[in-house]
């Protein structure tokens, strides 16, 4: 059965069902978040969404702002992009510095990363396509500490991922940040379940 791509109003749960299960499902969500996870660099962490992690998302800023049935429109409309849609992974992107004057320092210096981003499998890259909802990068050059990516794949391109062993990094061709992190075997195989 192909991944569900598209969170309608059948799938959320009224208010007062989620609360009760509420608790259990933030704990089994932590490890399928950890598999999806992997940081690049000192400040960047990759959090790979999908089906689950924007179901969960939804119903979490539901529960969080009580915003009832006018919420619910835009919470769709919010996280539904998100999931990846068939040849693509998709990514949000953090850059997480604890130092108020740090961050500002350093997103200064990352205008425009977010264009640079790329996943490379046995060296081919596949390089990001940003969320064009929001301006991510200020008129003065300050980048957002958080960008939405899509990653999109030829079929070669997923067959090449899907492939035991090859080799995938993930990383950063921005002048001023370029990292890269090679990516585990089993969170390859955890992400080529994203590829409908």
Same mark, same amino acid.
């Given at each position: 059965m192909p991944n569900p791509t598209e969170i309608t109003r059948a799938d959320i749960m009224p208010?007062?069902?989620?609360? @009760?299960?509420?608790?259990?499902?933030?704990k089994d969500m932590m490890p399928v978040k950890r598999e999806r996870r992997i940081e690049v660099g000192p400040h960047a962490t990759f959090?790979?969404?999908?089906?689950?992690?924007?179901?969960?998302?939804?119903?979490?800023?539901l529960y969080i702002e009580k915003g009832g049935e006018?919420?619910?429109?835009?919470e769709l409309s919010a996280y539904n992009p998100l999931i990846p849609k068939g040849r693509e992974l998709v990514a949000t992107i953090m850059f997480e510095?604890?130092?108020?004057?740090?961050?500002?320092?350093?997103?200064?210096?990352? $205008?425009?990363?977010?264009?640079? $981003?790329?996943?490379?499998?046995?060296?081919?890259?596949?390089?990001?396509? !940003?969320?064009?909802?929001?301006?991510?990068t200020s008129e003065d050059g300050k980048s957002s500490s958080v960008h939405f990516?899509?990653? !999109?794949?030829?079929?070669?391109q997923v067959a090449k991922f899907k492939k !035991?062993?090859? @080799?995938?990094?993930?990383?950063?061709?921005?002048?001023?940040?370029?990292?890269?992190?090679?990516m585990?075997?089993?969170?390859?195989?955890?992400?080529?379940?994203d590829f409908a």
């Open positions: 208010l007062d069902e989620y609360v @009760k299960i509420r608790a259990q499902r933030r959090y790979f969404e999908s089906f689950d992690t924007m179901w969960h998302q939804i119903h979490e800023m006018e919420q619910i429109e835009d510095i604890d130092d108020e004057v740090r961050r500002k320092n350093v997103l200064y210096k990352l $205008a425009g990363i977010e264009e640079t $981003a790329f996943i490379e499998i046995d060296g081919e890259r596949v390089m990001s396509n !940003p969320e064009h909802d929001v301006d991510r990516l899509h990653f !999109p794949f030829t079929e070669d !035991p062993g090859a @080799k995938i990094m993930v990383g950063f061709a921005h002048e001023n940040y370029q990292h890269l992190a090679v585990s075997d089993a969170m390859a195989q955890r992400l080529a379940g």
